[in-house]
């Protein structure tokens, strides 16, 4: 299991200090990569003081303007949070999360998730994972501080990994095991989800005025079985070839 493929990332922080905390918590885990998706105040001097000792993992963060730039090279998605959604996904512990991910080829990028401090993500962000995090906390007071939530999960992630090095064989879901064929990556997922749509629309199957949930259980839907680089190719042909047969029957009449 290979801890520098995976990023952590901090979305919309807005107290520097988390993010000095946050990469305290990956140092001393093994975890190097963090990535922040438009914090409210960065560079900032709390988050030097917080990392103690962890300023490195600060410095060489990498700061995003969207969260679809910051996962678009990823082959895996994962949000923490402890919202219901409308359309329930995948829940993992911080455990299964790392053991899903230690099943994973080393060279596969992961992405964990972590929104605001205030509201967590938003349900278009946890649109973009694969699988939704849970920490099982106290259900009267479930309320986890982001970089406490982060040293828990990064925890578990340290674990896998020395159980993996031990040769002790990971349990995982079916659908995360290694595979013939890389995984496809997230900005190619998200091309896939445009195309889709708009052949839709194109074959008058949804309505864009009245579109319901068929987008959103449609994406549940493939997220959930983990395309691979060829199977998205194909159905990307299929895509056009049902685009192309509707523009040839527009023609005709």
């Known amino acids: 299991m290979c801890l520098s493929h995976i990023k952590i ?4 922080t807005s107290h520097a200090g988390n993010i000095g905390s946050a ?9 190097s990569q963090l990535v922040l998706v438009n914090p409210d105040q960065f560079p900032a001097p709390e988050a030097v003081w917080m990392a103690s000792g962890a300023q490195d993992v600060v410095e060489s963060a ?7 730039a910051a996962v678009a090279d990823c082959t895996v998605v994962i949000g923490a949070s402890a919202r219901n959604r409308s359309l329930p996904s995948l829940n993992l512990t911080p455990k299964e999360c790392a053991q899903m991910i ?8 992961v992405a964990i998730l972590f929104g605001r401090e205030s509201s967590g993500l938003s349900n278009s962000e946890l649109a973009l994972c694969h699988y939704q995090l849970v920490i099982p906390a106290n259900e009267v007071y479930p ?14 992630l340290r674990q896998a ?4 090095s031990e040769g002790v064989r990971p349990m995982m879901p079916v659908s995360a095991t290694a595979w013939d064929t890389e995984l496809a990556k997230v ?8 195309h889709l749509e708009s052949t839709l629309q194109a074959i008058s199957f949804l309505d864009p005025k009245c579109p319901k949930q068929i987008m959103a259980r449609l994406r549940r839907l493939f997220m959930r079985v983990h395309l691979d680089e060829m199977e998205l190719g194909l159905l990307r042909g299929i895509l056009t070839s049902v685009q192309r047969n509707v523009r040839k029957k527009e023609v005709r009449v």
Request: charged fraction near 20%; charge should be negative; hydrophobic fraction near 50%.
């Open 102 to 109: 230690s099943g994973l080829n080393s060279d596969q990028s």
């Open 23 to 31: 990469a305290r918590a990956l140092k001393t885990m093994g975890l």
């Open 9 to 12: 990332v901090m979305v919309r």
């Open 143 to 156: 309320v986890l501080n982001v970089a406490m939530a982060i040293q828990i999960v990064v925890y578990e």
């Open 62 to 68: 990498d700061v995003y303007e969207s969260l679809d």
């Open 187 to 194: 900005k190619d997922i998200e091309y896939f989800f445009e």
């Open 161 to 164: 990994s020395l159980t993996v």
